[in-house]
């Protein structure tokens, strides 16, 4: 169509909303809500997956579910009887650590993963982005592992984020609550280099304090006035 969504929520209103541009730099126009059975989604954090195919996928929490979006409606509905439940999955994983929020869908080497954010137990405390894998989209998921894990990082907790393929490689992206600063919302940045095996299943990252410390080799930018650390540091799977 040579056109650009963008899937979004809005603050102050947990619901779903998609847009869309002739150009990714905007403006992004004809708003509208994502509704499934004529009824809004009450969520935040929409995580959008257009396939080899050319389908498109959302990921939606909570419970954690998978929709397919409907083309015909400018992509503005998910398509009856598609919602795939995941929640069996996250709700409780193996590692203990139970569904928070900010879920996303990826693809690679013909593997789906359900990338979420999970929280420690028995408190709201997210400090570990886990994920599903799955050969099909539609069913076979299963729990895969951690990506990252930041509750050793001081102040680690919040992190938010995916990752994405770039140059052969991939790619983690992420935020967590940055030390030292005096608002509770003020976010760390930080990028690694990820590993996935052949059996599909990723090699997880440990954040600690140091693995994003300057004399890493990582720079410290400003943004916004604020001072964050962007990590891209060398990683050995070994």
């Not at 992004?28 to 959008?48: L, M, Q, S, V």
């Not at 992509?75 to 919602?83: A, L, P, R």
């Not at 095996?197 to 400003?222: F, M, Y």
Request: glycine content about 10%; hydrophobic content about 30%; aromatic content about 12%.
């Amino acid at each position: 169509e040579e056109k650009y969504y963008l899937t979004f929520c809005v603050s102050g209103k947990a619901q779903f909303l998609i847009a869309e541009s002739n150009s990714p730099c905007g403006p992004f126009e004809n708003i509208r809500r994502i509704t499934y059975k004529g009824e809004r989604i009450d969520a935040i954090d929409p995580g959008a997956l257009v396939d080899d195919d050319g389908r498109v996928y959302i990921s939606i929490p909570k419970p954690f579910r998978i929709g397919e979006l409907d083309p015909a409606t400018g992509y503005s509905t998910i398509i009856e009887d598609s919602i795939v439940s995941v929640a069996h999955l996250t709700e409780t994983s193996p590692d203990g650590y139970y569904d928070f929020e900010g879920p996303s869908l990826r693809k690679f080497n013909g593997k789906y993963y359900f990338i979420y954010i999970a929280s420690k137990p028995g408190e709201i405390l997210p400090v570990r982005m886990n994920y599903l894998i799955s050969e099909d989209i539609r069913t076979g998921w299963r729990f895969g592992g951690t990506v990252v894990d930041t509750e050793h990082y001081l102040c680690g907790v919040n992190v938010h984020g995916s990752m994405e393929a770039f140059g052969g490689k991939y790619y983690l992206s992420h935020h967590r609550v940055a030390p030292g600063f005096p608002s509770y919302v003020t976010r760390e940045m930080s990028m690694e280099e990820l590993h996935i095996r052949e059996d599909g299943t990723i090699v997880g990252l440990v954040d600690t304090r140091w693995n994003c410390a300057c004399e890493n080799g990582n720079h410290a930018i400003r943004i916004g006035g604020d001072n964050y650390t962007v990590g891209l540091t060398n990683y050995d799977p070994e």
